[in-house]
C-alpha cells in the first residue's frame, strides 16, 4: 500500500512548526554579522553564473523575461524586475529603472528596496545610494511579527551591512534568535500560512548564503515534510490562461481561485529545489515543476521563474508520490484516486474538510458526513458523531476525521480486543486494520 504517514512525535507538515529534536547548527555558532561579498541577496556566484548562461542561451525563460522588461510591460514588481534583469544583462538603462523607481513615492516595497540597493548598487551616485539606504533603515525600524515582514528586514539588513558597523547584526540577531527561534519555532505560536511559504524561503535563501545557517535545523520535520505537502495540496484540475497553466493549491474563500497565490505556491516550489537539490522530496518536486505548459510567463511570475528555475536539475516523476497522505502532527491529509487531472481528491487541513470532483470544489461544514472515499487500499470517511459511531471496515487503513481532537477513543472490532488511540492536533484517528477484515467498526470517545 503507497501511503505516506508522516506518524513519529516530532515531524511536521503543512503549516505548523514544531520542536528540533537534533542539535541545530544554530546551537554551535553566534556569528550573525554578515561579510559576503556583493550581491548579498540571492545570487550567489553559481546561481548568476547559471542565468547569466541562460541569456548567452537564449532559453526560453530568458526571452520571455527580457521580452517582457525590454517591451514596457508593465511589471508588478518593478524592483525586483528590473534589478534581476539589470544584473543579468548589464544593461545601464534598466538599471536605473530600477533605482528611479525605488527613489520615488512608489517605491515603498521594503522587501523590493533592499533588492535595487543590493543588486543596482554599481547604477547609483553615493548620493542616490546615501537616498535609497537612509529610506530602507526607515522602513526597516518598523518591526512586526508577519513574516513576509521579517524577511524585507533580514534582506535590508544584510543589503545595509557593508554601511553599519555592526554588519547588520543589531537586526539579525534579534530577528533570528527571538522571532524566528523563540516566537515560531520554540512557543510553536505561529502558523505560516502557505502565501507566505515564498517569504520564508528567501529568509532560509539569504541566512544561509550571508550567515551560514541553515534554520531548517530549527524545525527538521516540517521542512522535511514541505515540499511533499506543496505538491499534494494542490487540487488535480489546472487552469489555463492566456499565457500559460497553473495548479491550484488549496483555498478557503468563496470564489473563483486567486492566481496570485498559484505563482506564489510555484515560485515557493523553485526555491525550496534551489536550496536543496539532493533531498529526494525535492526531487520529486522538480519532476512536478518541470513542464512546459506550466512554466511562468505573465509579469508577475516570470521573474520568479528566471530566477530559480533550473532546467538542468534532473528531477524524479511525481506520479511515484503516494496517493494518501497524512500527518499526525498537523493533522493534514491530502489524497486523490489517481495523479491524473480528473482524479477525485480530498483535503483535511486546518479544520478544513473538501472534495475536488468534476472540476469542482466543494467545502464542507465543520463536522459534515461524506460518504467513505476509497483510494487504493485505504479509506477517508468524516466522522458522522463526534461521541459514537460505526462504519463497515473493508481497507487496510481508514482516517477518520472531524472527531475530537487529542482525544482518546475506544475502538471495538467484532471478535476482537477493545482498543483505544488519540486523535492528532485535527482531529483525524488512523486505524490499522487486519488485511481482508470486512465486519462493522464502532468508535467511541472515551468519558473523561
Not at 474563500?253 to 486567486?258: F, Q, S, T, V
Request: with cysteine; aromatic share 10%; hydrophobic share 45%.
Amino acid at each position: 500500500m503507497k501511503i505516506i504517514a508522516r506518524l513519529n512525535c516530532w515531524a511536521l507538515i503543512g503549516l505548523t512548526l514544531g520542536f528540533s529534536v537534533a542539535t541545530p547548527l544554530w546551537a554551535q555558532s553566534t556569528e550573525f554579522k554578515v561579510y559576503t561579498d556583493p550581491p548579498h541577496l540571492l545570487l550567489t556566484p553559481q546561481r548568476l553564473r547559471l542565468l547569466k548562461r541562460e541569456r548567452e542561451r537564449q532559453s526560453m525563460r530568458w526571452q520571455q523575461f527580457d521580452g517582457l522588461v525590454t517591451a514596457g510591460a508593465v511589471m508588478p514588481e518593478p524592483g525586483f524586475a528590473y534589478a534581476l534583469h539589470y544584473q543579468v544583462s548589464g544593461q545601464a538603462a534598466i538599471g536605473k529603472q530600477a533605482v528611479d523607481w525605488a527613489l520615488s513615492e512608489k517605491g515603498t516595497d521594503l522587501r523590493q528596496l533592499a533588492l535595487v540597493f543590493d543588486w543596482c548598487s554599481t547604477t547609483m551616485t553615493m548620493p542616490q545610494a546615501d537616498r535609497l539606504a537612509g529610506k530602507i533603515a526607515a522602513a526597516m525600524s518598523k518591526n512586526s511579527l508577519d513574516l513576509r515582514q521579517q524577511t524585507a528586514r533580514a534582506l535590508a539588513a544584510i543589503a545595509l551591512a557593508d554601511r553599519t558597523s555592526d554588519h547588520g547584526e543589531a537586526i539579525l540577531k534579534p530577528l533570528i534568535e527571538q522571532w524566528w527561534r523563540g516566537a515560531v519555532v520554540k512557543k510553536n505560536s505561529a502558523a505560516i500560512p502557505r502565501e507566505q511559504v515564498y517569504a520564508l524561503l528567501e529568509l532560509l535563501h539569504v541566512v544561509r548564503d550571508n550567515l551560514k545557517m541553515d534554520l531548517r535545523e530549527d524545525a527538521p520535520g516540517y521542512f522535511k515534510a514541505l515540499p511533499t505537502d506543496h505538491l499534494v495540496s494542490h487540487y488535480p484540475a489546472p487552469v489555463a490562461t492566456r499565457d500559460n497553466e497553473f495548479r491550484i493549491p488549496v483555498y478557503v474563500r468563496d470564489g473563483e481561485p486567486d492566481l496570485s497565490d498559484a505563482i506564489s505556491s510555484r515560485a515557493a516550489e523553485l526555491a525550496m529545489v534551489a536550496y536543496d537539490t539532493n533531498a529526494a522530496e525535492n526531487q520529486f518536486l522538480q519532476g512536478w515543476l518541470m513542464q512546459d505548459r506550466f512554466v511562468m510567463r505573465n509579469e508577475l511570475g516570470s521573474p520568479y521563474e528566471f530566477l530559480w528555475a533550473n532546467p538542468y536539475q534532473p528531477g524524479l516523476s511525481y506520479f511515484q508520490v503516494p496517493l494518501v497522505y497524512h500527518d499526525s502532527e498537523s493533522g493534514h491529509i491530502f489524497a486523490r484516486t489517481s495523479w491524473d487531472e480528473d482524479a477525485q481528491w480530498l483535503g483535511y487541513f486546518d479544520g478544513h474538510l473538501q472534495m475536488f470532483r468534476d472540476g469542482q470544489v466543494q467545502t464542507l461544514k465543520a463536522g459534515a458526513a461524506i460518504e467513505p472515499v476509497h483510494l487504493g487500499d485505504a479509506v477517508v470517511l468524516s466522522a458522522r458523531d463526534t461521541k459514537a459511531f460505526q462504519f463497515q471496515a473493508d481497507a487496510e487503513a481508514v482516517f477518520v476525521v472531524n472527531l475530537t481532537p487529542r482525544a482518546v477513543y475506544e475502538i471495538e472490532v467484532d471478535n476482537q480486543e477493545l482498543t483505544e488511540d488519540e486523535t492528532d492536533i485535527g482531529g483525524t484517528l488512523v486505524l490499522a486494520l487486519p488485511e481482508g477484515l470486512s465486519t462493522p467498526v464502532r468508535i467511541k470517545k472515551r468519558a473523561n
